[in-house]
């Protein structure tokens, strides 16, 4: 394996799919944002991704085996549209590792046919706050508009996207793809599947799929509440300033 | 994208074009004196430049784009000659990485016709003076003779040059294409717009463009008032040796 | 070099191979194992692999001679099956160095028709342990219960098993090469040749080969002294829970 | 320039060569002892060695130009045979980068029909003595013998030789060319050219040039001198047990 390669399950046919990543990165948004839609909604496994570039390690399962570190792509039967749902332990530690990756998904994605790709990531403000908007970034102004009717907010995020969830909408506008990264709000220090929520509900609503959020909302719920209670220790300890410095938690 | 690569626009002509680099580096002289010619010259652009060995992000725009980090190439139609500037976001990550992209830089100027190249950087001094010096190092005898008649100094700067400034006129070298680094003295620490501007004022003559200086004259004066006020008070605070250690300020 | 090679004797035969690799890793469990196999079964040294991705550097000998930092391969004569094992003096440097250097490994046990690959690895648990057990994690379901049956422990490890031990198994696995990583429970600080016993000692069963254990059983009873006695030093000095603290000992 | 090349002046021509190198390195001997035999037995400059490996930078001059950083080998008309030298700005930063220059060498010292190598290189001890002796590590028995039988000392040296001084000979082993790497002893905090003359006299004698060591000897009292005094200034502030601490001094 001398460069990044997909290994594709044979007799693969898909309908007009739209393409979603979801890897780790800020506030696991992603992760947790495709996982639940994976899990919930069926997903087949299709094909797996490895790569050089990624840590050269290989994780240990509970029953004594052991697998390579990969990225995975569910399909998911939608009525109108097929979804292609990316996930995966890690992404490549190099640059020039992280272009080769997001080049494969998009050479991927052509052959597929896929027309429009979406990657979730989180957006880092640094505040726990109880709104969690769902913000976009989009790779032409088309795309935008499009997002932008169904409710996804643009404009207000600034700075840059880093890994998967930017470059492959990045590269995907060399290749006149529409690529649009949608972003939950979230603190960045720790795992918010309150954030992760409210983009699966506007997925849902964009692409039409239908999905149980209730556990998620469960899952949501349980975690603020630990993580309110740490903030409440920390704060008693340390005075009302300290709150923002809370370290990350999974 | 595997390696560097140049996107040109269709059907650009050139007349005995003359290449100016100016990418972030010391003081980003280089920066603001190209961006300051293209925007009062109204430079057209005609090529960007990919690299996966720039950092693994994209940029996101306040209208919710986003967009690859590049370089980007524009054209500035002179009397005599026309002008090639090439600004950009970052410089590559790594030294084989910064290798390829200089050299690609220059098969493009090969293939543009390109008899001169001018790379702007930032001499370093470590000073904050009231001069600001214009200096040069050329690759080769007759370059610096031109280039020191009309004003440009040699021969007062020691050390090396870090990055495309110094590689393009390097590696044109072994392509017996003229090349010449001009440098900017400046402190080092912050935005120099005030040394920007007398390497643009020499480039101007040397090249024979007329360009109004106003704007970037008042924006040097601006800042130089906010680092003299700095220095003060840090030296205020600190006593007089103190002020050498300002911080990079933006 | 500009990729990995292997470089073999002429004339090799062998008579259906099990690949072993014993290579530099935690407590040095495969190192010590591997190279006691070989002292004590009379290898062959059948083959040598370089890599431009071991440290760039040579060794010196005590007679005055300097060679390349090398993997080597020595062929065990078996009664049913002939051993290859292979250990080391280091392993690659970066991600991309270790898929390239695990992937030629594959290679060669197919081209030696290898069909079951065993890395020796160890366990780090961060307690010094009477008890040094011998756990595995396979590739296949198959492997794993051919293992078991024999007294390796499966599902008692997590977490993830860092290079070659563990790239190995996991790149055959998309060969369908069998593979398992064999690993001694240690203590993660020293070197423990009591745990590499063990291994070995399993090993001799599973693959039905004789072999004295005196000799690293005496290393290892000599070691563990030294251990207890730097132990007993360190309790007394810092109190009883500064043990778990000594240092890498060689 | 997407690998490392070596630009060769037309029509050189060699009497049965011999390869000394003398890159940057320990108390830099190498470096200081090449440079010397070139200065004094005019060696005449007949290629140039440019690496995208080395650092991305160019060096300035005193006279206001510009140039790469590289390496260039020197021919040194002999009366039995023929020495290329080659001496260096740097060495490349990252391990593949280290063995494909030294395979590059290797193969132009094939090319130039080169039977013996011979690096320079340093070896560091950590003591300021009055004696440095020459040491060598071969790449087979029989270099090392004949180096011997001159009164190069082997076997008294262990470790590692990083970089060129190491990795070429150790390559050349694989190509069955003769290697053997000289080294000279030294503290290895400081530039030592005492050591060094002591190396280039050894050389004179086993290749048979005559060279006059003035120079060379003149220096290395006088910074004998500088490095004495440094000494007993901090032992006088520190206590004698300091001495080991002196930093690097060029």
Same mark, same amino acid.
């Given at each position: 394996?001398?460069?990044?390669?997909?290994?594709?399950?044979?007799?693969?046919?898909?309908?007009?799919?739209?393409?979603?990543?979801?890897?780790?990165?800020?506030?696991?948004? @992603?992760?947790?944002?495709?996982?639940?839609?994976?899990?919930?909604?069926?997903?087949?496994?299709?094909?797996?991704?490895?790569?050089?570039?990624?840590?050269?390690?290989?994780?240990?399962?509970?029953?004594?085996?052991?697998?390579?570190?990969? &990225?995975?792509?569910?399909? /998911?039967?939608?009525?109108?549209?097929?979804?292609?749902?990316?996930?995966?332990?890690?992404?490549?530690?190099?640059?020039?590792?992280?272009?080769?990756?997001?080049?494969?998904?998009?050479?991927?994605?052509?052959?597929?046919?896929?027309?429009?790709?979406?990657?979730?990531?989180?957006?880092?403000?640094?505040?726990? @706050?109880?709104?969690?908007?769902?913000?976009?970034?989009? &790779? &032409?102004?088309?795309?935008?508009?499009?997002?932008?009717?169904?409710?996804?907010?643009?404009?207000?995020?600034? @700075?840059?996207?880093?890994?998967?969830?930017?470059?492959?909408?990045?590269?995907?506008?060399?290749?006149?793809?529409?690529?649009?990264?949608?972003?939950?709000?979230?603190? @960045?220090?720790?795992?918010?599947?309150?954030?992760?929520?409210?983009?699966?509900?506007?997925?849902?609503?964009?692409?039409?799929?239908?999905?149980?959020?209730?556990?998620?909302?469960?899952?949501?719920?349980?975690?603020?509440?630990?993580?309110?209670?740490?903030?409440?220790?920390?704060?008693?300890?340390?005075?009302?300033?300290?709150?923002?410095?809370?370290?990350? /938690?999974?």
């Amino acid at each position: 394996m001398d460069e990044t390669i997909i290994k594709e399950k044979k007799g693969v046919e898909l309908k007009k799919p739209v393409m979603v990543t979801g890897l780790p990165g800020i506030g696991l948004i @992603g992760q947790v944002a495709a996982k639940y839609m994976i899990k919930k909604l069926k997903g087949e496994k299709i094909a797996e991704i490895y790569s050089p570039h990624f840590p050269h390690q290989v994780l240990m399962s509970k029953k004594g085996g052991l697998r390579l570190l990969k &990225n995975t792509v569910y399909k /998911i039967r939608g009525k109108k549209q097929d979804l292609l749902v990316i996930i995966g332990d890690v992404q490549a530690v190099s640059s020039t590792g992280q272009y080769e990756v997001a080049e494969k998904i998009l050479d991927y994605a052509e052959e597929k046919k896929v027309k429009t790709i979406i990657t979730i990531g989180g957006y880092s403000t640094g505040k726990v @706050g109880e709104k969690r908007r769902v913000f976009g970034s989009a &790779n &032409n102004k088309r795309v935008k508009k499009e997002f932008e009717k169904k409710g996804i907010i643009f404009g207000e995020t600034k @700075g840059s996207i880093v890994g998967v969830a930017g470059l492959v909408p990045g590269l995907a506008q060399l290749r006149k793809i529409d690529g649009i990264c949608i972003m939950g709000e979230t603190h @960045g220090s720790y795992v918010d599947h309150s954030s992760a929520k409210n983009v699966v509900e506007k997925l849902s609503e964009i692409l039409g799929f239908e999905i149980g959020l209730d556990e998620l909302e469960k899952e949501a719920k349980t975690r603020e509440k630990v993580i309110k209670k740490i903030e409440q220790e920390v704060e008693q300890q340390m005075g009302s300033g300290a709150k923002k410095d809370i370290t990350y /938690i999974r």
